[in-house]
């Protein structure tokens, strides 16, 4: 192999997996759920491999942020495939888990930032994607709504998750009462903090691509402990996130490389 081709090897990696397109790339992880005649829905398939992608994620000292989009014209996610039918009801229910807790990134405590880029639909279960990720953005086509009243089941997991978000109550309520009905725009999105930008469709990638190249660029250690320290102060009172946030500084503010690191340090567009 020539010193070129082993370079290109190294700046691009890809594994095959059923349900989800997994590539590295320039420390950028894209992950792109891989579903689309079913909607992108998620099953005990891609539910496990999303964990074991998450997985790699966190480990890998060479990504330093992450992208999640899907691919097909419809739909980013609408929750889980109902067609297949739920697939932990074996286990004893006191020992049950959410299926959905295995989608999120902090659930798997992944500490680099995850740049989601939402299209189409995005339904239900699909907010355990959207509720865990860092930088949010949509293209214009985007709607957003929750099936579960039009199917007679609780929704709760994922709403109490737009809350953490800082999504306004009232609108909480209305997009998990309402079914799919109604469906909230891309600008209702944004007004509500669900997303901080929308794009066209054809720019959306492009522009999730620009700001996880904008993030790679940083030192890791401070966008890591930037992240974990914003997350973990979510389920702490003020003082002590205060005191843990002080801590993670004297961690990660500690070492080299505390420069600039990025090629083009024009900063990025913010909507």
């Known amino acids: 192999m020539t010193s070129e081709s082993k370079d290109a090897q190294a700046q691009s990696t890809e594994t095959q997996y059923e349900t989800v397109e997994f590539e590295v790339s320039e420390h950028i992880a894209t992950i792109t759920l891989n579903r689309p005649d079913r909607l992108n829905c998620f099953n005990e398939t891609m539910a496990n491999e999303i964990a074991e992608i998450w997985g790699r994620v966190r480990d890998d000292d060479d990504i330093h942020v992450a992208v999640l989009q899907a691919n097909g014209d419809r739909a980013f996610c609408t929750g889980v495939d109902l067609a297949q039918g739920a697939w932990w009801t074996h286990i004893n229910r006191f ?9 999120g990134p902090k659930q798997h405590r992944v500490w680099k930032p995850v740049v989601c880029a939402l299209h189409g639909m995005v339904a239900g ?3 355990y994607f959207v509720n865990e990720s860092d930088i949010v953005i949509c293209s214009d086509d985007a709607a957003f709504f929750d099936p579960h009243a039009n199917g007679g089941m609780v929704s709760a997991l994922e709403p109490m998750g737009m809350l953490t978000r800082g999504v306004p109550l009232g609108d909480v309520l209305r997009w998990a009462l309402i079914g ?8 209702t ?31 890791p250690e401070a966008i890591q402990g930037t992240v974990r320290a914003i997350w973990e102060s979510l389920d702490m009172t003020p003082s002590v996130a205060l005191r843990r946030g002080l801590s993670y500084t004297q961690v990660g503010n500690v070492g080299s490389g505390r420069t600039d690191s990025r090629k083009n340090k024009r900063s990025p567009r913010f909507r």
Not at 95 to 103: I, K, R, S
Not at 192 to 217: F, K, M, N, P, Y
């Open 125 to 127: 279960g699909a907010m």
């Open 189 to 219: 999105a944004l007004r509500t903090g669900i997303v901080t930008e929308i794009t066209s469709r054809d720019e959306l990638r492009h522009r999730a691509q620009e700001l996880a190249t904008e993030i790679a660029g940083r030192r």
């Open 180 to 187: 799919s009905e109604e469906r909230m725009t891309a600008e």
């Open 95 to 103: 020992n049950q888990e959410d299926p959905g807790v295995l989608l």
